[in-house]
């Protein structure tokens, strides 16, 4: 990533501190990468070119005390901890829904399938891209999500045992079979080891399924760049869960895949609510449904 933005052939002591133009090129490439909001990025690829140029010294590629890559606690940039993913007030949500229905950026009809299902499940697009067909049990309408999988966010080792589970709405079920009925193979006994996956990559990628970006890059390409992403459907979907549909939010919380708080509760609540969330999903589909959503 980080040679992408330097140029892969440049020589690595061109780079060297001494070389005024080398440090620039290299906190140009740091920006880059941050591209004004990725600042974990921007530190841990910060951190690994400072170790890959002392290597490089050690190896006598640069001249000792040349590397050009400061770690001191001025180059380390810190998020703002009260920023959160921009979402819409429920008053503008039916024009979000006109717009993607309208889709006059012209996406991909998987990627628009994709931000419909997201809308309808609340599932982060780590998890809502990753999907198997195995994972769906269409006799008994439920998606079993296992807790390993990326996007839930899940601690490794501590609650990863723990599968999500995502009851199949009337909604839900439509889409789903819009997709299964896109990509026509569709289950994973098919010759193409892909097609275990509901979302199928579009292009050349370094991912076996959809890229996890590409919801928010639909909502972005739409016109909604700063006012919402993909993440921040999951805060409409709590906010008009509680105030407009009248749920718990334990439930709706539930289903955006959060545990039970607390250490106490998350040690002795095994319970699953999935009755009360198949409740809520139902109206939450149908509230969709009736401001704009067509599926």
Not at 103 to 115: D, E, F, I, P
Not at 153 to 166: E, Y
Request: net charge positive.
């Amino acid at each position: 990533m980080v040679m992408d933005h330097i140029g892969g052939e440049t020589p690595v002591e061109e780079l060297e501190w001494s070389n005024g133009n080398g440090k620039l090129i290299v906190e140009s490439a740091l920006g880059k990468i941050a591209n004004g909001t990725k600042w974990d990025l921007e530190n841990r690829c910060r951190f690994l070119l400072h170790r890959t140029f002392k290597y490089a010294e050690g190896k006598g590629y640069i001249k000792r005390g040349e590397n050009p890559v400061e770690t001191n606690r001025d180059n380390i940039k810190i998020a703002d901890s009260t920023e959160h993913h921009p979402a819409l007030e429920w008053e503008k949500v039916p024009q979000l829904l006109k717009d993607i229905e309208f889709n006059r950026c012209n996406t991909h009809k998987q990627t628009v399938l994709a931000t419909k299902l997201q809308l309808l499940t609340s599932l982060r697009s780590g998890a809502l891209t990753r999907l198997e067909w195995d994972w769906i049990d269409f006799d008994n309408d439920l998606i079993t999500i296992a807790g390993t999988t990326s996007g839930l966010k899940r601690k490794k080792g501590k609650n990863d045992h723990i599968p999500h589970l995502v009851p199949i709405t009337h909604e839900i079920k439509k889409i789903l079979l819009q997709i299964k009925e896109f990509n026509f193979w569709g289950t994973s006994n098919s010759l193409s080891e892909l097609a275990k996956y509901v979302f199928l990559p579009i292009k050349k990628s370094r991912f076996p399924h959809l890229d996890p970006s590409a919801p928010n890059n639909y909502l972005r390409n739409l016109g909604y760049k700063n006012v919402q992403r993909a993440h921040g459907l999951r805060r409409v979907a709590l906010t008009a869960g509680i105030d407009l549909l009248k749920v718990e939010a334990d439930v709706v919380r539930r289903q955006l895949g959060h545990l039970p708080e607390g250490k106490v509760r998350q040690a002795y609540d095994r319970s699953t609510r999935i009755e009360e969330r198949r409740e809520y999903l139902e109206k939450w589909g149908g509230l969709l449904v009736e401001n704009g959503l067509v599926v």
